[in-house]
């Protein structure tokens, strides 16, 4: 129950990654430089022992992150994921943050206020867990933006740039304009 293992697979932004064990989904790796470079980060974000032929549930969500990132609306909010090494703190955060529908958006201050922080730590706070969210997609911290509807940071290979492209999938457009799907 308690072995993890990966699986890589093709969709339109390129490479992407599941990692799972008996208790759910563990992690989510979006595309990185290159194939070995994704393999690499999504086993030692995982700790998986080894690639493995997907459980029918994961093959179903491979499905719909290949729909997702091909631009067709997917809830993930009923996906099984396994927050067991996550502290309290982070927990609350993710949890809230699965609460926040396609095509929506928050900040971090709303998300930090939502689970009861007021101060600006909390919203510091929030900023941290979406830098370790190790499930984009699944747990959507592309969906989290800065003060004033700025973009902010994101983790995943290609940054600001990638966070955008997600959002105008489900979209969103931050600059007032039709939201564009440049290249993914």
């Not at 022992?49 to 994961?58: E, F, K, L």
């Not at 729909?67 to 993710?94: C, P, Q």
């Not at 709303?110 to 600006?120: P, S, V």
Request: charged fraction near 25%.
């Amino acid at each position: 129950m308690d072995e993890t293992h990966h699986h890589l697979f093709e969709t339109p932004i390129g490479v992407c990654g599941v990692a799972w064990n008996g208790r759910g989904l563990c992690a989510v790796q979006l595309p990185e430089k290159d194939l070995v470079t994704t393999e690499r980060r999504l086993s030692k974000k995982s700790g998986s022992t080894s690639p493995g032929a997907p459980p029918p549930d994961v093959q179903a969500l491979i499905g719909d992150i290949q729909n997702y990132l091909s631009g067709e609306k997917v809830d993930f909010s009923g996906v099984a994921v396994d927050l067991s090494g996550i502290d309290d703190a982070r927990r609350r955060i993710y949890e809230a943050l699965r609460g926040i529908d396609f095509g929506r958006t928050t900040t971090y201050g709303e998300l930090a206020r939502a689970i009861g922080a007021t101060d600006w730590e909390g919203a510091r706070d929030v900023g941290v867990a979406m830098g370790r969210n190790p499930m984009p997609i699944v747990i959507p911290c592309h969906r989290v933006l800065a003060a004033g509807s700025k973009v902010g940071g994101f983790s995943a290979y290609g940054g600001a740039k990638t966070k955008q492209k997600l959002l105008a999938l489900e979209g969103v457009s931050l600059d007032g304009g039709p939201p564009r799907l440049p290249g993914l």
